[in-house]
């Protein structure tokens, strides 16, 4: 079953607790993160609870955002698939990815949603760098994205390019819910079920799948340098540039 070990926190100068920091232990069952989602996303609108950052892995899942096709789902009976409420289409969430849900408060952090989904891919994008891996967004597809050189150009004769990290966000009252899935070393076998993100032409790929001795304790603690440098006490960063993208 899986624990919650003890949080740690984010402070400002006055002491105040601004964002806390989870790990959850084990595979996490979705249904209890989304449960226990609801109820502190529920307390941060009501004041009661401080922004929150939860770091964590779930048991084999397909789930569905408010976007998905029913097409895109071509093995249904591979592994449970669930409605997440949140955006975008189908992603697969399983053993080896890092899972980090974000409830922000955007009342406090300025509210544009373009902004926010920016400032996610930015701190993911941040995250690969600290690997040596140049992490890229890409018009109209929101998620990272890696160049592939090492593999065959794609049908058209461009560059390679595979999936890295998906985003997906909810927001009530201006509080985020859902947040990022980072492939740290999945089976992207498992990816086969579904079109990911409604991509038909492009792969996904982990930082072991790019050759690199990463652990999932490495990949946490880049998180968590590069989160403060995107989300700190003054809000969304300053340097962001606003996001290339309608939603």
């Not at 390679?160 to 009252?173: N, Q, T």
Request: charged share 25%; with cysteine.
């Amino acid at each position: 079953m899986a624990q919650a070990r003890k949080a740690t926190a984010s402070k400002t100068d006055g002491d105040r607790i601004m964002v806390e920091w989870r790990h959850w232990e084990g595979l996490v069952p979705y249904e209890t993160a989304l449960a226990a989602m609801e109820e502190r996303v529920a307390a941060i609108s009501a004041g009661t609870a401080p922004e929150a950052v939860w770091l964590l892995e779930h048991p084999p899942i397909y789930t569905a955002g408010t976007s998905a096709d029913p097409a895109d789902l071509t093995d249904p009976d591979r592994f449970p698939v669930h409605s997440a409420g949140r955006g975008g289409q189908y992603t697969y969430h399983g053993p080896g990815q890092r899972i980090a849900y974000v409830m922000l408060d955007l009342n406090a952090r300025g509210r544009d949603v373009r902004r926010f989904v920016c400032a996610l891919e930015g701190w993911v994008i941040d995250t690969l760098a600290e690997f040596n891996v140049k992490g890229e967004r890409r018009e109209g597809r929101v998620g990272v994205w890696v160049e592939r050189p090492d593999h065959p150009p794609a049908a058209d004769g461009s560059l390679r390019e595979d999936k890295i990290a998906a985003i997906g966000i909810k927001l009530r009252r201006w509080v985020s819910f859902h947040g990022i899935a980072i492939n740290h070393d999945p089976d992207l076998s498992h990816f086969d079920g579904i079109v990911p993100c409604g991509i038909r032409d492009r792969g996904v790929t982990s930082l072991v799948d790019l050759g690199l001795p990463v652990s999932m304790a490495d990949l946490d603690l880049a998180l968590r340098r590069a989160f403060d440098r995107r989300f700190g006490a003054d809000g969304l960063s300053s340097q962001l540039p606003p996001a290339p993208r309608s939603m």
